[in-house]
C-alpha cells in the first residue's frame, strides 16, 4: 500500500465514522505529487474535510520549517 492510499484511508476515516476534519502537512512535497493528492481527495470525497499545508522544496528551509508548525495549530 502506497504512502498516498494509507493518508487518504485515514482521512477518510476521521472524516466518516468520527465527522473530523484532518490536517496534512506536506514538507517537501513536489507540486504534482501535492496535485495528485487534492485531486485523489477530492474524487475520494474528503476533500472538504480537509486542510493541506505545503512547504515545497524550491521554498527557503525556514518556510518548510514552519509548515509542521503551521498544521499544528
Known amino acids: ?6 493518508i487518504q484511508e485515514m482521512i477518510q476515516r476521521v ?3 468520527h465527522g473530523g476534519v484532518s490536517v496534512f502537512a506536506g514538507v517537501g512535497e513536489r507540486t504534482r505529487e501535492g496535485n495528485d493528492l487534492i485531486g ?4 475520494a470525497g474528503v ?3 480537509t486542510a493541506l499545508v ?3 522544496m524550491d ?4 518556510t ?3 509548515v509542521p508548525l503551521t498544521a499544528l495549530t
Open 54 to 56: 505545503f512547504g515545497q
Open 64 to 66: 518548510r520549517l514552519r
Open 1 to 6: 500500500v502506497g504512502k498516498t492510499v494509507l
Open 47 to 49: 476533500l472538504e474535510k
Open 59 to 62: 521554498e527557503q528551509p525556514g
Open 15 to 17: 472524516a466518516q465514522n
Open 40 to 43: 485523489e481527495m477530492d474524487e
